[in-house]
């Protein structure tokens, strides 16, 4: 992937991650249309992304469950979930470039970045943290550094066997 080709994808996510969190419910038809489009244009991609907004939905859920995130919902919400998709479709589309960079640097970016995102939510207002903000980073840091090192190993995973099939 070349680097102008990995800049637009890091932007179009964004959008969608802005579009989620500020927008929430009121455009839950983009988030779905735009995965989609992404799904239609890119063969796979969909059970891939599939697979990890599950994880992370789970996630989210049981930090939900246990109080450390809460939501004006039960659980999660709908726009959370499809970000959950839009970050698995973005994960397997840079996926080349995640498979030949550092494990160590990904997942410190990967801990560091999930939990500074969670925090822009809080700030924007699409969150709640009832334990507060110190306990709140350090759990979603530590839960962000694990997903980021399961991820990547299922990455990884992924990546050989489209390898192999081809």
């Known amino acids: 992937m070349a680097t102008r080709e990995l800049f637009t994808v890091g932007v179009l996510f964004n959008l ?3 579009l989620a969190v500020l927008g929430q419910n009121s455009y839950l038809w983009l988030l779905v ?3 989609l489009v992404c799904w239609w ?4 991609v969909w ?3 599939t697979i990890i907004a599950g994880c992370g939905i789970a996630m ?3 930090l939900s469950y246990l109080g450390v995130l ?3 919902v039960w659980g999660i919400p709908a726009w959370l979930a ?3 998709f839009g970050f698995g479709t973005f994960l397997w589309m840079i996926r080349e470039v995640l498979n030949r960079s550092s494990t160590g640097w ?7 970045g999930g939990a500074a995102s969670y925090f822009a939510g809080y700030r924007l207002g699409a969150v709640d943290w009832p334990l507060g903000m110190l306990p709140t980073m350090a759990v979603l840091t530590l839960c962000w550094l694990v997903f980021s090192m399961l991820a990547l190993k299922f990455i990884r995973y992924w990546y050989r066997s489209e390898r192999e099939v081809l």
């Open 106 to 112: 990904l997942v410190l970016l990967g801990g560091l």
């Open 60 to 62: 989210d859920f049981t």
């Open 33 to 35: 249309g735009s995965l």
């Open 41 to 44: 244009m890119a063969r796979y």
């Open 82 to 84: 499809l970000l959950w």
């Open 70 to 72: 809460s939501f004006d």
């Open 16 to 18: 969608y991650w802005l």
């Open 47 to 49: 059970k891939f992304a």
